[in-house]
């Protein structure tokens, strides 16, 4: 393979591959550990400031929970003022505390 710029953008873009992954293998990991009853919604709020949980979906959060399926999230979200591709990290105190107030009742 030649040397110069161009095997420079492969090797970088290999690697971006292998942290994409690992993300993936992290969020997975997280959503297990919240079906399982692990680890608590409250829990992965807290956690937010990592950049593996900051970045996942809250919708991916909730349908995580047992018992909670698209059209109960999907509900549940929209009452809590919670928009669909909103991720864990962008939201706000209020949205949080309508969110775990919800989960409980």
Known sequence: MPDGPASD???AACEGV?????GATARRALLAEVAS??????EVFERNGQD????TRVVQVLRA???YGPA??????AICGVEEK???GA??????????RALIS
């Open 18 to 22: 292998g942290e994409g992954s690992r």
């Open 9 to 11: 953008d492969v090797g």
């Open 86 to 88: 909103q991720r864990v």
């Open 72 to 77: 109960r999230v999907a509900a549940l979200m």
């Open 37 to 42: 009853g692990a680890v608590s919604v409250s």
């Open 91 to 100: 939201l706000n105190e209020q949205q949080r505390e309508r969110l775990l």
């Open 65 to 67: 929970v047992p018992g």
């Open 52 to 55: 593996r949980v900051g970045r």
